[in-house]
């Protein structure tokens, strides 16, 4: 039992913020840097998204692009949207109410490919 000694884990009690094991600044932000996430408000006058304007939106997608910053191909998309088209509708309609556009469907990744026999761009 000589063996080198450990620090004993903070008990379920302790806060770490005071603990004088932790330093200050090494576990957490100084208390008040954190803001609160803004208020989304419903528009009520936005039209409600429909089953239709989904298909057709996947409908313009090819199902070989590259996915998205998700990882999902449209192919994927399609056959989710074609077994059951609520899924789909029960996910974007809340974004449409609240007027709110998630990162993720905010950017893309361009790739320009040369073509053979063509000028480069």
Known sequence: ?????????????????????????????????????????????????????????LSKCSPTS???????PYSTWKQVNKINPSILLHILSPLVLLGYHPASLKSANGVVLDKPGKPSY
Do not use: H, V
């Not at 884990?9 to 932000?29: A, F, H, M, Q």
């Open 66 to 72: 590259a996915p998205g910053l998700d990882g999902i």
């Open 1 to 57: 039992m000589g063996g080198p000694s450990r620090a004993s884990p903070p008990s379920r009690g302790r806060d770490p913020t005071t603990d004088e094991r932790y330093p200050s600044g090494t576990l957490l932000p100084p208390q008040g840097t954190l803001l609160p996430p803004p208020r989304l408000t419903p528009n009520r006058s936005a039209p409600p998204l429909t089953t239709d304007e989904i298909a057709a939106a």
